[in-house]
């Protein structure tokens, strides 16, 4: 039962142009989104996040989009960098508090 | 400390043998929470501490895992008669807030990779 997804495992894009990842989530009790982003050998390392509340929260080059009624999510880098090349993964946590949930991940190329 | 510190960062074991895993938090963070990751997926919820006790352990996979943070601030992650399919990444996180944690940052450590032959 995976409650948060993303579909694309992996995604390529030229330096300058802009990245989209996505995420899909199934548990309507989750109230706080997390992007994180993950380095081979590091852990994962936190990028952005947003409330329930909100339907958008940006920081410098990154913003996250929510969808609640289609309860999807959205990262958006832009303009990508190769220094972004990583791997991005969608977390969600719910308003019982406690576990984030966390997808698959999406490993994003930037070619200069 | 600056950050989510663990050790070993690596750790070849055979199987069969006992393993421990050590997290040091951020300090003054009141919850801790252990993950494992495999090769190619998310990390996946194994438990999770506020302060010394363990409220949620629902994520670990079977009795071979154990659990602590006795004074509510470095915790140990013990698995016993490893196999090879316990071979992942274990990745220790913390937060500064305690249960209900939405609006609270997690931070992880760069994990411990531990390898069953």
Known sequence: DQQVKQNSPSLSVQEGRISILNCDYTNSMFDYFLWYKKYPAEGPTFLISISSIKDKNEDGRFTVFLNKSAKHLSLHIVPSQPGDSAVYFCAAISNQGGKLIFGQGTELSVKP | ?117
């Open chain 2, 1 to 117: 400390g600056a950050g989510v510190s663990q050790s070993p960062r690596y750790k070849v074991a055979k199987r069969g043998q006992d393993v421990a895993l050590r997290c040091d938090p951020i300090s003054g963070h009141v919850s801790l929470f252990w993950y494992q990751q495999a090769l190619g997926q998310g990390p996946e919820f194994l438990t999770y501490f506020q302060n010394e006790a363990q409220l949620d352990k629902s994520g670990l996979p079977s009795d071979r895992f154990f659990a602590e943070r006795p004074e509510g601030s470095v915790s140990t992650l013990k698995i016993q008669r490893t196999q090879q399919e316990d071979s992942a990444v274990y990745l220790c996180a913390s937060s500064r807030g305690g249960q209900g944690l939405s609006g609270n940052t997690i931070y992880f450590g760069e994990g411990s990779w531990l390898t069953v032959v």
